[in-house]
């Protein structure tokens, strides 16, 4: 407890899954708050709860992203955490062969260009402080392929992974850290309503698991705050996998 007392943290995507648990373990770790998202209604009672502000914003509109960062520096006169999680995973993202063109826009445009537009307008700020620490959140498809495409997304979070090790390069000597937080799948209420319907899609992604279960938001949320906190200070340019060894599996525990 008290890692990032003194912080004032910006969370996107924050109203749900993992920007939600994230954001009440940075408070309960001492931060300040800023709940991100378009959902409004939850984005305020999210806020609410952990004594934090709440800001509208689209991360794919630079308007809204530009004007996010400075709302929160003209409020507390620092930004020292940014976690770039906001991300959409529609069922219209498909195979190649299926998705068309603006299915394959909207995704690239939320999940990609959303961390392009807040990286950039954040930097400046921990320029400034000559210190900071950036997390986007990519995922373990940005470094593996499934037979069960969801095209969009995958090249959205390779794209994520790259862009974030080459602002951890540039910015090291600044005292800015980058970091792309690659999570393995997470038990949301969203996997868990495509699951009860198919059994056997379930039981064909856990067996590559060799945890044999999907990541609660909490253990996620554990990551993302030691990315964040002076505990990881020589961690920058990094892909950290929180997978429950998916990644590094061949054959799997029966
Ligand atoms: N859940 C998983 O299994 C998993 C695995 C790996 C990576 N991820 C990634 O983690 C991140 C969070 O996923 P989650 O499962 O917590 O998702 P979620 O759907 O529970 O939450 C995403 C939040 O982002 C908000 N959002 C969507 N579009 C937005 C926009 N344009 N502007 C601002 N806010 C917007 C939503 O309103 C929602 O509150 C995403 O980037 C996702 O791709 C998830």
């Not at 603006?102 to 950039?120: F, H, I, P």
Request: negative net charge.
């Amino acid at each position: 407890m008290g890692r990032l007392t003194d912080r004032v943290a910006v969370i996107t995507g924050a109203a749900s899954g993992i920007g939600l648990a994230t954001t009440r373990r940075f408070a309960e770790e001492g931060a300040t708050v800023v709940v991100v998202d378009i959902d409004e209604a939850t984005g305020k009672q999210v806020a609410d709860e952990v004594s934090g502000l709440f800001v509208r914003a689209d991360v794919t509109s630079a308007t809204d992203v530009e004007a996010l960062y400075a709302t929160v520096f003209e409020k507390y006169g620092r930004i020292d955490i940014a976690f770039n999680n906001a991300g959409i995973s529609p069922p219209e993202d498909d195979s190649i062969l299926t998705t068309g063109l603006d299915a394959w826009r909207k995704v690239q445009e939320v999940n990609l260009t959303s961390v392009y537009l807040c990286c950039k307008h954040v930097l400046p700020y921990m320029q400034r402080a000559g210190k900071g620490s950036i997390i986007n959140t990519a995922s373990f498809v940005a470094v593996m392929g499934a037979a069960t495409s969801q095209i969009s997304y995958t090249a959205s979070k390779g794209g994520v992974l790259a862009m974030s090790r080459e602002l951890g390069v540039q910015f090291a000597r600044e005292g800015i850290r980058v970091n792309a937080l690659c999570p393995g799948p997470v038990n949301t209420p969203l996997l868990q309503e495509l699951f009860a319907k198919d059994p056997e899609r379930a039981a064909r992604r856990l067996v590559h698991i060799p945890m044999g279960r999907f990541a609660e938001p909490a253990e996620i949320a554990a990551a993302v705050t030691f990315l964040a906190s002076d505990d990881s200070s020589f961690i920058t340019a990094s892909q950290f996998l929180v997978d429950g060894g998916l990644t590094g599996a061949y054959v799997t525990p029966l």
